[in-house]
């Protein structure tokens, strides 16, 4: 069983800057891929960002280039820069495996670009 907490969010100025964090419970940590998903109001939660076990990562077009995310195994944390933040960027940001389990979603970080 994996357990997930999210932190980090918060309200940013629009070209602002956040560094989300997420802590996973679970001896495995460093053998799943992880991910960064996010949902705004009113729209489906999509995947913005993935990393692998052996660190590849991949990102939905509208955050590349300013959002980066990492992982420390030996802390079980995988994180998410976020830099040059948007208007659109505003949503509940949660971290799961991927491909995502039903059982491990945490309460995720809200997350709030507005001047």
């Known amino acids: 069983q994996v357990q997930l907490v999210e932190s980090g969010g918060g309200l940013v100025q629009p070209g602002g800057s956040l560094r989300l964090s997420c802590a996973a419970s679970g001896s495995i940590f460093k053998l799943y891929t992880m991910g960064w998903f996010r949902q705004a109001p009113g729209k489906q939660r999509e995947l913005v960002a993935t990393?692998?076990?052996?660190?590849?990562?991949r990102y939905v077009d509208s955050v590349k280039g300013r959002f980066t995310i990492s992982r420390d195994n030996a802390k079980n944390t995988v994180y998410l820069r976020m830099n040059s933040l948007k208007p659109e960027d505003t949503a509940i940001y949660y971290c799961n495996t991927v491909p995502s389990h039903s059982d491990y979603w945490g309460q995720g970080t809200q997350v709030t670009v507005s001047s």
């Open positions: 990393i692998t076990s052996g660190i590849t990562t």
